[in-house]
């Protein structure tokens, strides 16, 4: 069975410019988190979706950050523009419900901002 | 709010010992536990977990009960190889998502 996917798995930008990172859940998981990854902060939840809706996005460091999920299959996080404080690891993962059940992670996205 | 502690690295043991890294965790309820652990250059994959007071999580070796009186979810592995060494993290989930602890590197050496 597939895992969560994320695209791109590295990715390079000039600050100031638009990234968009992507990400696919596990077939018939109903909820979608994103996750940042940083030496100094370590594993921060940004936001996370029950049946495609937004439910909690106070982890969202700022307005430059957004999250979508447009249906059960796909969900995107935009930063624009990005800042050099922005470089980190992103992590999507997915779960069936919003309860206690497991979370699988996909293999995260390396974002460098120049 | 919901809270998880474990100790902090770096470990280093040599092949064949014995490793424990501590996790404690504060929470409302009856929280699911998880390990997670993370390769080099990897994303975070579950190492075991257990839903319940007294359940013994287990897999590849690693081993972890919940223990709700002293609020502790420790893991251990009675043998370590050099194939172990990564990040491990302890996480709970209640009706939240999950909440980690800060990591705990471990580096095996031969």
């Known amino acids: 069975d597939a895992g969560v996917i994320q695209s791109p798995r590295h990715e390079v930008t000039e600050m100031g410019q638009e990234v968009t990172l992507r990400c696919k859940p596990i077939?018939?998981?109903?909820?979608l988190f994103w996750y940042r990854q940083t030496m100094m902060r370590g594993l921060e939840l940004l936001i996370y979706f029950n049946n495609n809706v937004p439910i909690d996005d106070s982890g969202m460091p700022e307005d430059r950050f957004s999250a979508k999920m447009p249906n059960a299959s796909f969900s995107t996080l935009k930063i624009q523009p990005s800042e050099p404080r922005d470089s980190a690891v992103y992590f999507c993962a997915s779960s069936v419900g919003t309860g206690k059940d497991t979370q699988y992670f996909g293999p995260g996205t390396r974002l460098t901002v120049l | 709010g919901d809270s998880v502690t474990q100790m902090e690295g770096p470990v280093t043991l040599s092949e064949e010992a014995f490793l424990t890294i501590n996790c404690t965790y504060t929470?409302?309820?009856?929280?699911?536990l998880f390990w997670y652990v993370q390769y080099p250059g990897e994303g975070l994959q579950l190492l075991l977990k257990?839903?319940?007071?007294?359940d013994k999580g287990s897999n590849k070796g690693f081993e972890a009960t919940y223990r709700k009186e002293t609020t502790s979810f420790h893991l251990e592995k009675g043998s370590v190889q050099v194939s172990d060494s990564a990040v491990y993290f302890c996480?709970?989930?209640?009706?939240?998502?999950?909440?980690f602890g800060k990591g705990t590197r471990l580096s095996v050496i031969a």
């Open positions: 929470a409302t309820g009856y929280p699911s």
């Open positions: 077939s018939g998981h109903n909820s």
């Open positions: 257990a839903t319940k007071a007294d």
């Open positions: 996480a709970l989930r209640g009706n939240t998502p999950l909440v």
